[in-house]
């Protein structure tokens, strides 16, 4: 089974993160077959001054 990876900006909350890994998690079986205990999802949080886009951190943006 596949193994994602989701990099984010931080703030999401627990609840969201949860909710987020149990709709992959039911779609990723759905569509692939297979067990959800063999779904892995790997979240990194990443701070606002560490992400860019078009030349401007987010941080900046705010």
Known sequence: MP???I???EGRTVEQKRK????????SV????GSPE??????????????ATGGKLWLERE
């Open 3 to 5: 193994t994602y990876h």
């Open 7 to 9: 990099e984010m900006m």
């Open 20 to 27: 987020l890994v149990e709709e992959i998690t039911r779609v």
């Open 30 to 33: 759905e569509v692939l077959g």
């Open 38 to 51: 063999y779904v892995d999802i790997v979240i990194t949080d990443i701070k606002r001054e560490n992400w």
